[in-house]
C-alpha cells in the first residue's frame, strides 16, 4: 500500500486548503500511455502536441508573467493561458495539452473554485491535460546545483501527486529552452523514473550532423558510475520547441489561419495542406521511425487556445483528407509522451551518447557561455539560499516542529530561481532583483522555523527562560554583522548540517573585543584580525567593525554548538603584536601541509605540499580580463558579448593591472596574503593553521567601463602542471567530466571561437593534472571555466558588457549597486595534492561549500552561568559516525512521523581507493532522537511513486544493450541498513513509531 | 398575427441552411428592457458595458479581419471574439455582451453547428448577448445615401429577426467611430424604431462646451419635416467608445490588471479601485442624471474576452465593496439600452439638437472633411452598384422571379461598402480594391437575375425563341462597351426604375453606325459624335471606338424599352455637316430653356434662364486645386492633409492651368463646350436639346505630384449671386441643411481652418441662392463641398495627398492606376432656377441619379422583324401615373406572393408650392401586373417589425415637449391607399392574392 503523505504545498497557504487532500482521482487507465494514439503504421505519423512555454521570469518577473502585468515589456499573461486552455479542453474531447512549470500552475489552481479543480482533475485523468516535466520550473542545467535540481523537481512531483494522484506523474523531461544539456540533469532524471527526455537547443554544428545522419534521438548514459539507471532516452527538437513555419496559429504570429469557407474570400485549404504535409515529409527526414512530433506553441502561447486549437483541428481535417488522395501523412493531438510511447512501441535500436551538450554555440560566434558566470551575486545567494532552506529542514526536523508550511516560501523561491532564466543569470535587472527579493523574503519566513526549531533543541528540561531569538548576520560575507556591534554579550549557535563532525573557522566582524567560551564553559583563543581595506571599501558595507574574531569551532555531525561572547573589560584592541605584517615584500605562507611562496611583486610562485613532497609552480596567478565584443548583433560576425554569450574580442587576456601591493599577514590561526591590484581588484589568499587547501577571497568591482569597454573578469592559475590538453569539470556539483581543448567527442568540431567554445560550465570544480600532481578550484557558486593552455585554469567570476547579446534579454549584463558597477566578492579553495587523493578532499569539501555550517546569532542579557545553566550548547542527532563517504542531501519533516530522506554516496567509482567503493548505512542512526523506524518506502528520486512502482520503458541500443534495470532492494527492505553505490542517491520516506 | 416572411438570407448561402427557420425562439421577457438593472437611486450607477468594435474593413479587407488574416497589419480576427465572447457568456450568467456588426456575425453564424447556434440563440434570448444596432456594418454617416443605409440596416435587421426574433431586434444605433453625424441618419434610425443613438466623436469645441454644460445628451430633432417621430434620444460617449484611462483589459492594452492575490507579488486592489472610483467621479461631472455608461472595449477587442470578464469582475467585486466603507459607485453590467433606459425612467428633461454634427474637428487643423471627397471611383462605383441592385430587386419582383438569394452577395457587398471605412474612403488602398471586387463581385452575381427576369419579361407569349442574353456595359462612363463593337446588330434593353416616365440621353459607343429602331418599330434620330479626346485618352479605356452615337429615348416608368441597332450598310461615316464645331471662339450653348455663355479663353461668362428670364454672372467656373498641408503630424499644427483630414497649406487656391482650349460642338441633340485645362484636366459643359438643366462632365487625373505637392482639386462655380454667407447641402441624399461660412450653431465657434472648417458632406446636391436666383449642384456621387465666399460654390472632386494623416490608416490618399495617378471623371448637374421652382428640379433629378435608368445590351443574330415578333420591346409595370412627389425607394420580392416596399414622399415642406403637399398612393397600383393585395402590413424603416408593435420610449425636452407620437394607421389599414406627408418613407410587408 503506497501511502505517501506530504500535502504541505496544498496547505502551505491555509488560506486556500484547509487540510491534507493526498491525491483524491485514482488512475483508471485513462491516462498516461494507456490512452496514446499510436498512429498507423504505414503512415507518417504527426504527433501534434499543442503545448506553451512560460518563463518563470525573464522579461517579467514571475508574478508579472503570471498576471499579464507589464505587458508593455512582453505581451505574457499565464492565467489566461490557463483559464483559457482548461476552457479549450473542455470544449473537445479530442484535444491534448501539456502543462510544464508548475510554479505557474500552482498559482493558478490556489486562485480556482474546488469545482474548478475538480474539472481539472477529471481533465488530467481523462489523458486531455497532461503535466510533462513538472518541475516547478524548467530549470537551467549549466549552472544549478543537483541538489537544487531535485527540490524543484520534486516541489512540482509534490504538488502533482497530491493534487493529481497518479495520472499527474510526469512521464518525462520536457528541456526545451536551456542553453546547454547537462549528463548529470539526464541521470537525475532517469532516477525520478522518467522514461525520456526532448529539449531544443544543442551546437548548431552538432544539430546539422545528427539531422543529417537521422541521430536526433538516442539513449543518453546519463551517468559513468550508475549503470542503465541512468540511461534516458534524449530526443532533440526540430526547431528548438516551435512550429513548422507559417503554422503558427498564437494571438502573437501573424501566420495565416486556415480559411476554409469557400463562400468568403482568400480561401486558402489546399495551399496550406500541401505547406504542411511538405512540412512533415522535410521534418521526417531527420528522424529514424515512421513518427514525428511537431511543436504546436512557443513562448507563452495558448493565451488564447481557441486560435491555436481552431487552426489545427482545421489542419488534422484537411491534411488527413489527403489520405483518400494517396497522402502518407496522419495528424493527429498527442503529447511528448505519447510520442516516446510510440517510438518505445517501434522497437527500433538507438545512438547512444556518453559526454554531454556543454557548451553549445548558437551561430560561428555566438556561445551559450556568458551565462555560467552571468549575475555572480544572484548565484551566489541562490547557492546561499538553498544552504539556509536545507539547514531549516534540518532543524525542523530535529526539533519535530512540524513547520514544513513555513518552509515552503524559501522552497518556492528556489524552485523559481532554478529557472533557466533565473539562476543563469539571463534575465531583466528588473526580474533579478525580483528573484533575489523572492530569496530573501523566503529566507526571512524561516527564521521563524529556525526560532521554534531552536527553542526546542536550546531549551534544557525543565528550564524556562525564553529562548533568546536566534538571527542571521546575512552580510558576514563582508564582514559585517550590525545586530551584535557594540553589545556587552551575545551567543552564536553554528548548526552542522553535514553528517561528518567539522571544524569550521570562524569570523565574527566586530566592535569590541571579546571573550569567547565553548560549549563546556572553556573559553578559547580567538585572534582578532584587522579586516583588510578592499573589504571595508565594498559599497553597502555600513558596518563599523574594522575587525574580526577568528577562532577555530569543531561542530558535531547534524548538530550545533553554541559560543558565548562575553565583552572584554578591557576596551583597549589587544596588543597586535601576535600579528606580523609585511609590505611588498617576498612572503611565505606556511602549515603543517602547505607552503605558498609569493614574490615582493605579489605574484604567486609556488605552492608547495609538504605530506606529498611535491611543489607546483606558478607562472602566473590572479586576474586578468578579456574585452567583451562590442557587436551589434546584425549578423553572427558582429555577436556581441552579453547575459547568455561570452564572446571576447580577442584571445588575449590583459591583467587587471600591471603592479600589485601584496601585504602578508601572519597570525597564530591565519597567514594570509592580500593583493591588491588597484581600486577595484583584489585577492587574498588564506592559508589556515591546520588546512589542507588554500583559500584564496577576491573582491572585484566595480568593473570600469568609461573606457567604453566591456570586460570579463577572470582568475587565473598558469602552472607547470603538464595538463595535455584535458580539463575536468564537474557537472551540477556531482559527477566531473573530462574536457579536451578545442575538441568535441561526437562530430569533427570546427572552432569558431577558440576561447569561449572552451569554456564549461564549472558548479562546483574545475581541475587539471599530471601523472603526480593535480590542482583542483572549488568554487562558492557556478562559474564559467576553462584551461586554455596546458597548466593553466581560468575561471570567469565577474562580467560588465555594454552590448545586448540579441537573444531577448534586451540588456547588457551590466550590474550595478550604489549607482555604480557591482562589486562582487568570492572564493575559491585551491586543493593540491596527488591527483589519487584529490577527490578524499575535493568532494567532502564540494559538499560541505554548499551545505556550510550556519550561524545565527541571539542577544542575551544573561552571565554566562545564567546562559549555561537554561540553554543546551551543544547537540547532535546522531551518536554513531557514519561513514566518511555518505552525504545526507534530503531531510525533511512530512508529517510528525514521517519523514523524506535522500542519502547519497558522493564519490564517483575508482576516484579514491577507499572511499569509491559501496557502503551500507544505517538509516536508524539518522532518526536516533527522533523515534523508530517503522516503515521505509523506497521512492524515486522526486518522491513521488514507491521506487517498485517505477516500470520505466526499456530500450535497446544500436550495441544491442538494453536500459533494462531491476530496480534495487526497494521495498523488500526487511531492515534499515541501505547499501550506497558510488554516486548513487536513494529517497526514503521513512515513518517512526 | 404577425408573419413577416423574409428568411432569404438565411438561406442564401442554402449549403448550410436547408430552408427557411422563421423566428425560431420567441421572446420571454428575458431580453430588452425588461432585463435591465436600473441600479440604485442613491449611487452613481455606473454601466460596464463590454464591447468589441469590429471595422467591416479598414486596414485589412472585411474577411483578412474575419479570419486574422494578416495580422502583420494589424492584429484582428473577429472569428475568435464571436468564439471567446460566446464561451465567456455562458461561463458567467452575469455578463452581457453587445455585437454591432452584422457583417461579422453572419459570417461567424454561417460556420457555426446547429448545436452552437442554439445556444447562441438562447444567450440572446436570455439578454446576455445583444445586437445594437445591427446594421451590416456601422456605416458611414457623411458620404452614404439614404436608400444604401436603409439597405444596409434592412439586411442586418433581417438577419436577426430570422434568427433571434424579437430578442434579437437592436434598440438603438451606434455609431461610436464615423466622423461626423448626420441628422438624416438620426431621423432614419428613429424611424427604423429606435429608442436612442450613442456615438463618439463630435467636435472637439463642441464636446468641451457640452462637457462643461453637461449637454452631453440630448434630444436630437432628426427632421425639419416629420416632427416628433423623428427625433432621436442622442448621447456623446466621454472617451469615444474606450475604457477609461489604464482600464483596457484587453489583449493589446498593457494596462494593468487587477492583482488580487494577496499570496503573490504586487497586489494592487486598493489603488486600482480607488482610480477606479476617481474616474467614475470624474466622467460623472459631464452627465446629468446618477447613471453613467463605461464602454469597456475598442477596435476588435475580445479575442480573449476572458482576458476583459475577468477583471471587469474583480472591478466590480472590489470597487463595489467599497460601498461598505462609504461609496457612492456602483457598478454593474449592463448595455447602451439599458444604460438608456435607465435614464428614460429618470425623468429628466433634455436639451435638444436641431442641426447636426457636420462638419467635426479632431484638433484645431484636423478635420474630418477630407473624406467627403476621398476615394472618389469608390464613392461613385458604390452609388452605381446601388443603381444595379435596385433594379435588380424590381426586375426580379416585377418577373416574379424569386430570386432574391442571388441578389444577396450585391446586397451584402453593398452593406459592407456602406461602413465608415469603405465608401469614407479611409481605408487602405488594398482594402479599397477589395470593396470595389466585392461590388463587382456582386454585380456579376445579379446578371443572372437580371436575366431571368427579363427572360420572362421579355418572352412574348407562345413564343419559345431563347431570349438574347443581356449584359452590362460596366465601362459606359469612359466611353466603351467592347462586346458591341463591330457587331452588326444588337439590342439596348433600358429599365427605368422610378415610377414616372422619364425621356433619356443614350449614349452608345460605336465603331460603325446603325440604324436605331425604337420598340414600335420606327428609325429613331441618332447622332454619330466623336469622343472627346479627353475622354478617349483615359487610362485602360481600351475600346477604338471613336464616337457614340446620341439619341433621346422616353422609358416608361417602372418598365423597359429595347431599342434595336442594325449596322448601315454603308459603312462609310456619316458626313459630319450635321455638326458645327468652333476652336477657341467665343460661344454659346442654348437650348429651349438656358443659354450658356463662353468667352473664347473658355471662361463660363454666365448663364441665363429663359423662361424666368434672368442671367446668373460667372466670375470664374471651373477646376482649381488646394495644396495639401504637408505635415508630419508630430502636432496639430504639422497635421497633415490626409484621407481623413482636408487640411489646405493655405486658402488660396489656384486654377489647374492659367489657360484653356475651349471646343465648342453644335448637334441637333446637344450642344456642348469642351474645356482643356492641361493634359490631366477637362470640362465639357453640355446642353441638351430640351433639357432644363446643364450637365458638366470632367476628367481630372493624372493629378501631378512630381513636385511634391499634395493636390486637392475643386470645380468651383463662382457667381453674382448674393448668397450672404448662406449655402445648402443635403444630408444624405434628403433633407437640405442651411450652411453658414464659419460659423456653428450650437457654440461660440473659433476658426482654425477657414476653409476645411467650411466643407460640408455633399452626397446629392449643393446650392446658393438670393433672392431671385438659384444656382443648385447635383453630384453623381458624394463630394465634399462648401462656398468659400458669397456666390461662389465649390465642390472637391479628386486628391492626391503625399502624407498620411495620422487617423491610423498609415497611408498618403494616393490613388494609382496603369502605374499613374488615378483619373476620375465625373458629372455635375446645374439647375439655374428662381428659389421657389428649384425643388421641381432637383428633388426629381437627384431621385434619377441615384436610381438611373439601366441599360443592359444583348446580341442576336435575329433580324429586327423576327426579333419584335417574339419578343416584347416595351413594358411598364404600371398603367396608372403616380403623383410626380412619390418614390419607389425599395421594391423587393422576399416570396412569390410577398414584397416588401418603401414608398416615399421626396419633398420637403414648403419647398414647392404644388408638391411638398401630402399626397395619396394606392399601392395597388405599383401591383396591377403581380396580383391583387391580399393584406398590407407597415413596419418600421428597417422592416423587422410592424409598426403599430414599435413602442419608442417616450422622452421630454427642457422646452416641456414631448417625444411622444402616435404613429399613422398602420395597422388599421383598410385600402391600399396611403398617406405620404413631406419627406416620409413608409415601409409596407405586402401579401398579394
Known amino acids: 500500500m503506497y501511502t505517501v503523505i506530504h500535502c504541505a504545498i496544498a496547505i502551505a497557504f491555509a488560506a486556500f486548503i484547509s487540510g491534507c487532500l493526498g491525491a483524491p482521482f485514482k488512475s483508471v487507465n485513462t491516462c ?48 489566461y493561458i490557463l483559464d483559457s486552455v482548461i476552457q479549450a479542453l473542455l470544449e473537445n474531447p479530442d484535444r491534448r495539452f501539456i502543462y510544464v512549470e508548475i510554479a505557474f500552475f500552482w498559482r493558478w489552481w490556489m486562485q480556482q473554485t474546488e469545482d474548478m479543480q475538480n474539472t481539472v482533475r477529471k481533465l488530467v485523468n481523462e489523458g486531455h491535460l497532461e503535466f510533462i516535466s513538472g518541475g516547478w520550473s524548467m530549470n537551467d542545467e549549466g549552472v544549478t546545483h543537483y541538489s537544487s535540481i531535485i527540490d524543484q523537481h520534486s516541489l512540482g512531483a509534490e504538488f502533482l501527486r497530491d493534487q493529481f494522484g497518479e495520472c499527474g506523474r510526469p512521464k518525462l523531461g520536457w528541456q526545451i529552452d536551456p542553453f546547454g544539456h547537462s549528463r548529470e540533469v539526464a541521470s537525475l532524471f532517469a532516477h525520478m523514473g522518467f522514461d525520456g527526455l526532448f529539449f531544443g537547443r544543442v551546437d548548431f554544428q552538432d544539430y546539422a550532423e545528427r539531422n543529417r545522419t537521422k541521430r536526433m534521438e538516442m539513449i543518453w548514459k546519463g551517468s559513468a558510475n550508475l549503470g542503465a539507471q541512468s540511461w534516458l532516452f534524449t530526443g532533440i527538437l526540430p526547431r528548438v520547441y516551435t512550429a513548422p513555419q507559417s503554422f503558427c496559429f498564437d494571438y502573437r504570429c501573424s501566420d495565416e489561419p486556415i480559411k476554409d469557407d469557400p463562400h468568403l474570400y482568400d480561401y486558402n485549404v489546399p495551399e496550406r495542406v500541401q505547406a504542411f504535409i511538405d512540412a512533415a515529409h522535410i521534418q521526417a527526414r531527420s528522424y529514424t521511425t515512421n513518427h514525428i512530433m511537431m511543436t504546436m506553441g512557443s513562448d507563452f502561447h495558448y493565451e488564447n487556445a481557441n486560435e491555436w486549437f481552431k487552426n489545427l483541428e482545421k489542419l488534422i481535417k484537411y491534411v488527413n483528407a489527403q489520405q483518400a488522395n494517396g497522402s502518407d501523412v496522419n495528424l493527429f493531438y498527442s503529447t511528448p509522451t505519447c510520442y516516446l510511447y510510440a517510438l518505445n512501441k517501434d522497437n527500433q535500436t538507438w545512438t547512444t551518447k556518453t559526454d554531454d551538450f556543454f557548451p553549445i554555440s548558437f551561430s560561428q560566434h555566438g556561445l551559450w557561455t556568458g551565462y555560467f558566470t552571468s549575475r555572480p551575486a544572484l548565484k551566489r545567494y541562490e547557492r546561499y539560499s538553498n544552504n539556509i532552506l536545507q539547514v531549516t529542514r534540518q532543524l525542523n526536523a530535529f526539533s519535530n516542529s512540524t513547520l514544513r508550511q513555513a518552509i515552503f516560501p524559501l522552497n518556492e523561491a528556489m524552485g523559481i530561481v532554478q529557472h533557466h532564466d533565473a539562476v543563469s543569470g539571463t534575465e531583466k535587472q528588473h526580474v533579478a532583483n525580483d528573484y533575489a527579493q523572492r530569496l530573501s523574503e523566503g529566507i526571512d519566513s524561516v527564521i521563524y522555523v529556525i526560532n521554534e526549531a531552536y527553542k526546542k533543541l536550546l531549551s534544557k528540561e525543565n528550564q524556562s527562560l525564553p529562548v533568546p531569538t536566534q538571527f542571521l548576520c546575512h552580510f558576514s560575507n563582508i564582514s559585517e554583522c550590525l545586530p551584535i556591534e557594540g553589545q556587552d554579550s551575545f551567543t552564536l549557535t553554528i548548526w552542522n548540517p553535514t553528517i561528518q563532525p567539522i571544524e569550521d573557522m570562524i569570523r565574527v566582524p566586530v566592535t569590541k573585543n571579546y571573550t569567547i567560551r565553548n560549549p563546556t564553559g572553556g573559553f578559547i583563543v580567538a585572534e582578532l584580525i584587522p579586516i583588510s581595506t578592499p573589504m571595508k571599501n565594498i559599497p553597502g558595507r555600513t558596518s563599523s567593525a574594522q575587525y574580526e574574531l577568528l577562532f577555530r569551532a569543531p561542530i558535531p555531525a547534524l548538530g550545533f554548538n553554541t559560543y558565548y561572547f562575553q565583552v572584554k ?97 601572519y597570525t597564530n590561526q591565519v597567514q594570509k596574503a592580500l593583493i591588491i591590484y588597484n581600486n577595484w581588484a583584489s585577492q587574498e589568499i588564506k592559508l589556515y593553521d591546520g588546512a589542507r587547501i588554500a583559500e584564496i577571497e577576491w573582491i572585484v568591482g566595480p568593473i570600469p567601463i568609461e573606457d567604453n569597454i566591456g570586460k570579463e573578469i577572470i582568475m587565473r592559475y598558469d602552472t607547470d602542471i603538464q595538463s595535455n590538453g584535458l580539463f575536468y569539470t564537474d557537472a551540477n556539483g556531482r559527477e566531473v567530466l573530462e574536457r579536451k581543448r578545442d575538441y568535441r567527442s561526437t562530430w569533427n568540431y570546427t572552432v569558431y571561437e577558440n576561447v569561449s567554445g572552451n569554456y564549461y560550465p564549472i558548479a562546483s570544480r574545475i581541475w587539471i593534472k599530471d601523472n603526480k600532481r593535480q590542482i583542483t578550484i572549488l568554487t562558492d557558486r557556478s562559474e564559467g571555466g576553462s584551461s586554455m593552455h596546458d597548466g593553466s585554469v581560468e575561471l570567469m567570476i565577474h562580467r560588465r558588457t555594454l552590448y545586448d547579446d540579441s537573444q531577448g534579454v534586451g540588456e547588457p549584463m551590466n550590474e550595478t549597486a550604489y549607482d555604480k558597477g557591482l562589486v562582487i566578492c568570492g572564493k575559491h579553495f585551491l586543493i593540491v595534492e596527488p591527483p589519487e587523493y584529490s577527490a578524499l578532499y575535493h568532494r567532502p569539501i564540494a559538499q560541505h561549500l554548499y551545505m556550510n555550517s550556519i550561524s545565527t546569532y541571539a542577544l542575551s542579557n544573561l552571565s554566562y552561568d545564567n546562559y549555561s545553566n537554561s540553554f543546551r550548547q551543544t547537540w547532535s542527532a546522531l551518536t554513531e559516525s557514519i561513514p566518511y563517504n555518505v552525504h545526507l542531501l534530503t531531510f525533511d519533516q512530512l508529517t510528525s512521523k514521517v519523514f523524506l530522506i535522500r542519502i547519497e554516496h558522493y564519490f564517483e567509482l575508482n576516484e579514491d581507493d577507499t572511499y569509491s567503493k559501496s557502503v551500507e548505512v544505517d538509516l536508524q542512526s539518522l532518526f536516533r532522537n527522533l523515534g523508530k523506524i517503522i516503515y521505509l518506502l523506497e521512492l524515486t528520486l522526486g518522491g513521488n511513486l514507491p521506487l517498485n512502482d517505477m516500470k520505466r520503458l526499456v530500450w535497446q541500443t544500436i550495441d544491442n544493450e538494453s536500459s533494462y534495470s531491476k530496480s534495487t532492494d526497494s521495498n523488500s527492505l526487511k531492515s534499515t541498513v541501505v547499501t550506497l553505490n558510488p554516486m548513487q542517491i536513494r529517497t526514503f520516506q521513512v515513518t517512526l513509531q
Open 32 to 79: 498516461g500511455y494507456d490512452v496514446c494514439n499510436l498512429g498507423q503504421s504505414d503512415k507518417l505519423n504527426v504527433h501534434i502536441v499543442p503545448h506553451t512555454h512560460d518563463d518563470v521570469g525573464w522579461l517579467k518577473t514571475v508574478d508579472q508573467y503570471y498576471y499579464g502585468t507589464r505587458n508593455d515589456i512582453q505581451h505574457a499573461a499565464v492565467q
Open 569 to 665: 573589560t578591557d576596551i583597549t584592541i589587544e596588543k597586535k603584536s601576535t600579528i606580523k605584517v609585511t609590505h611588498n615584500e617576498a612572503c611565505i605562507l606556511q602549515n603543517q601541509h602547505l607552503r605558498i611562496e609569493f614574490d615582493d611583486q605579489g605574484n604567486l610562485n609556488n605552492i608547495t605540499n609538504q605530506n606529498r613532497n611535491f611543489t607546483v609552480l606558478f607562472s602566473a596567478q590572479g586576474l586578468y580580463w578579456y574585452t567583451s565584443f562590442p557587436g551589434n548583433n546584425s549578423s553572427p560576425e558582429f555577436q556581441a558579448s552579453g547575459a547568455y554569450f561570452f564572446r571576447p574580442l580577442t584571445s588575449n587576456t590583459l591583467p587587471v593591472s600591471n603592479s600589485r601591493n601584496i601585504t602578508c599577514t
